[in-house]
């Protein structure tokens, strides 16, 4: 059985079980092979309504699955005013293009609808609401939308081009220091407040999402699963309509992310983006995730139900005031997190201006008191000759 007939009879296999029989099937089939078991998940995802428009991030450096693409889109076409020069990654939800505005010359990134959710209404009216939602966004931590459009049946997003690396592709390397997270988080967290002010969550807030720049800026790149709330913001103002809006009880986003009540399919609100941000300040400082297991079920018990190792069991550096910062980001209730981006920022700016940026006995911290001893006994010493001779 070639891979294509494969996964199109394990998909039919787990639309036939129970949602939450569905994740123990595919990976008992799947075994081994990681790749498969996304694909299925992203396609359940799709068949579900889901909202992502990529798993991988919208700069991702590798392509996946060119059936993602459509037969119409190639290298040199022109959708709107934008010519596509060169693919830069493809996903669950569609293929990203590095591509070049006909009219000024300007290099952007253009997202692209998979073909078979370009067919499905749903998956239209959630791509264009991404256009939609982003577009009323003005700040220089998220990447702007320029343009965005339909040619032939397929759907397009023109987007500021970024430079850069993801989050993602640099944690690999290693964790971050203590002061380039704090940096990291009060951008992020400066772009949250300008659009949770509009009514929009993120849901799917993940290193690969985040770019940064030579230059240490961040750009938050993809908001496919953003949900407008209902009754202010871009919704109050007819920008998104109620009938886009997802419904309670559907799981949506990337799994090692996601908040307790977005992994329970419960109602959410701005706090599961604090709790999304939380992890992403986990793994910055420590290489690791604090919830992930060995498999998809084990990881959203671990979400809803267990504790987390202490950020100082891997990295000693980061301040106590800042392990508790992180440590209210993750708070399994939402009403126990920070209320707002805002006074989550106010907390880091605190720690920022205030705070050491290493513990209270740390190995630095007393190294550099034994050479202080050291130099204030050899000055003692000096003096007392100085005396001894003069007299």
């Not at 380039?180 to 993940?206: N, Y």
């Not at 961040?218 to 007819?238: M, S, T, Y």
Request: proline share 4%; hydrophobic share 40%; with cysteine.
């Amino acid at each position: 059985m070639n891979r294509l007939k494969k996964i199109e009879s394990l998909f039919h296999q787990a639309l036939e079980r129970e949602n939450e029989l569905r994740l123990e099937f595919l990976e008992r089939e799947c075994g081994s092979d990681k790749d498969l078991l996304k694909e299925l998940c992203e396609l359940l995802q799709s068949d579900s309504l889901s909202d992502s428009f990529m798993e991988e991030p919208a700069m991702a450096a590798h392509a996946v699955e060119l059936s993602m693409i459509s037969p119409q889109i190639t290298e040199g076409s022109v959708l709107g005013r934008h010519r596509l020069l060169s693919p830069i990654g493809i996903g669950g939800m569609g293929s990203v293009y590095k591509a070049c505005d006909i009219r000024s010359g300007q290099i952007e990134a253009v997202k692209i609808l998979a073909p078979h959710l370009a067919l499905t209404r749903s998956a239209v009216r959630r791509f264009l609401r991404e256009a939609k939602a982003v577009a009323a966004l003005k700040h220089p931590a998220i990447a702007r939308i320029l343009d965005f459009g339909e040619r032939d049946g397929v759907y397009y997003i023109a987007m500021e081009y970024v430079e850069g690396e993801t989050l993602s592709q640099r944690i690999e390397r290693s964790p971050f220091s203590w002061q380039q997270v704090t940096d990291i988080l009060l951008q992020v967290v400066d772009a949250l407040q300008e659009a949770h002010k509009k009514g929009i969550i993120h849901r799917d807030l993940k290193p690969s999402n985040l770019m940064i720049k030579e230059t240490g800026e961040i750009k938050i790149l993809d908001f496919g699963l953003v949900k407008v709330q209902r009754g202010f913001g871009l919704h109050a103002e007819g920008f998104v309509s109620a009938d886009t809006l997802t419904l309670p009880g559907t799981v949506l986003g990337t799994v090692n992310y996601m908040s307790p009540e977005q992994a329970m399919g419960k109602q959410i609100d701005p706090r599961s983006d604090i709790f999304s941000l939380g992890v992403i300040a986990y793994e910055l400082l420590t290489g690791r995730r604090p919830f992930q297991r060995k498999t998809i079920g084990d990881t959203f018990n671990s979400i809803c139900h267990e504790s987390y190792h202490p950020i100082a069991r891997f990295n000693y550096e980061a301040s106590e005031k800042f392990e508790t910062i992180v440590g209210k980001c993750l708070r399994k209730d939402p009403l126990r997190r920070y209320r707002s981006a805002k006074e989550l920022g106010k907390d880091l700016q605190r720690v920022c201006e205030y705070d050491s940026p290493v513990r209270t006995g740390s190995f630095k911290t007393k190294k550099w008191l034994v050479f202080g001893a050291a130099a204030i006994s050899l000055a003692l010493v000096v003096l007392v000759l100085l005396v001894y001779w003069l007299i």
